[in-house]
């Protein structure tokens, strides 16, 4: 792991401290990246707002909270730092996502890349999320508000890690 960095250049594979400003933070994963967003997971194991090496790979292994696209917005200005590097997961954590193709009046799923379509199944246009960005501001307020120093909103639902199939097991690798 490497150390601490307040650098813009986040990539796959970082760790990030998002403070709950108490003193600790929440680690998340960056797993894979967009053109225009990052794909994060949270984890539920609150370190320290500096955590060491040892807490930010027991954070790893710890259960999944969050998981979402999200922008590299609270890295620049500092407020969301990089604790370390270690390759990611994508085969167990990287999503395919559903999509509506109104010309063909049907759904398909996608890979996380949008490099592989196919028609989705009805099972799987009810199981596999949509593509949805959202602003690392909700994110760093659902991750507090879980650990009951915010608001819970219940918009925040929509940001929880649920195991749906991956882009590697609907269409290899």
């Known amino acids: 792991?490497?150390?601490?960095?307040?650098?813009?250049?986040?990539?796959?594979?970082?760790?990030?401290?998002?403070?709950?400003?108490?003193?600790?933070?929440?680690?998340?994963?960056?797993?894979?990246?967009?053109?225009?967003?990052?794909?994060?997971?949270?984890?539920?194991?609150?370190v320290s707002a500096s955590p060491t090496p040892e807490e930010v790979a027991r954070a790893r292994t710890a259960t999944p909270l969050f998981a979402t696209l999200t922008f590299d917005a609270r890295v620049r200005p500092g407020?969301?730092?990089?604790?370390?590097?270690?390759?990611?997961?994508?085969?167990?954590?990287?999503?395919?996502?559903?999509?509506?193709a109104a010309e063909t009046n049907g759904v398909w799923v996608t890979d996380f890349h949008d490099s592989r379509q196919r028609p989705a199944t009805e099972d799987e246009?009810?199981?596999?999320?949509?593509?949805?960005?959202?602003?690392?501001?909700?994110?760093?307020?659902?991750?507090?508000?879980?650990?009951d120093l915010a608001p819970w909103l219940p918009a925040f639902e929509e940001l929880r890690y649920r195991p749906t199939p991956t882009s590697r097991q609907l269409f290899g690798p």
Not at 126 to 141: D, G, H
């Open 1 to 46: 792991m490497s150390g601490q960095s307040t650098t813009n250049d986040v990539k796959p594979g970082d760790f990030l401290a998002i403070p709950l400003g108490d003193g600790r933070a929440d680690i998340a994963h960056v797993v894979d990246q967009t053109t225009r967003a990052l794909y994060v997971v949270v984890f539920d194991c609150p």
């Open 79 to 100: 407020m969301w730092t990089i604790v370390g590097s270690s390759p990611p997961d994508p085969d167990h954590f990287l999503p395919a996502f559903t999509y509506a």
């Open 125 to 147: 246009s009810k199981s596999i999320p949509r593509r949805t960005i959202r602003s690392p501001m909700v994110l760093e307020q659902a991750v507090r508000a879980h650990e």
